[in-house]
Nanobody, 118 residues
Framework: QLQLVESGGGLVQPGGSLRLSCAAS????????MGWFRQAPGKQREWVAS???????NYADSVKGRFTISRDNAKNTMYLQMINLKPEDTAVYSC????????????WGQGTQVTVSS
């Protein structure tokens, strides 16, 4: 059974950068789509970005131009490079996978906390 483990979160000042990692317990090369989500306190979880097996990417408008999603199949790892972080980016970030464009994200990691504050 696929397991996902996020890392790389932490406390950063506004304008700073972080790179999140999502390590999978097995090969990710055949996984149709992998995504990053976030949930801020008191808010619903929201989709942040996704990347499919063809390396096509999509981003939420709120992070376009600041976040970059990528995947390294050789390392079974997906990344989220975040620059110019804002206080409103503060949330628990989780990664997830789905089997097709018509299925829900069904495998989730435990999340990593990102806090943007001065």
């Amino acid at each position: 059974q696929l397991q996902l483990v996020e890392s790389g979160g932490g406390l950063v000042q506004p304008g700073g950068s972080l790179r999140l990692s999502c390590a999978a317990s097995r090969s990710i090369s055949s996984i149709y789509d992998m995504g990053w989500f976030r949930q801020a306190p008191g808010k619903q979880r929201e989709w942040v970005a996704s990347i499919n097996k063809g390396d096509s990417t999509n981003y939420a408008d709120s992070v376009k131009g600041r976040f970059t999603i990528s995947r390294d199949n050789a390392k079974n790892t997906m990344y989220l490079q975040m620059i110019n972080l804002k206080p409103e980016d503060t949330a628990v970030y989780s990664c997830a996978t789905r089997r097709s464009a018509f299925s829900a994200y069904s495998t989730w990691g435990q999340g990593t906390q990102v806090t943007v504050s001065s």
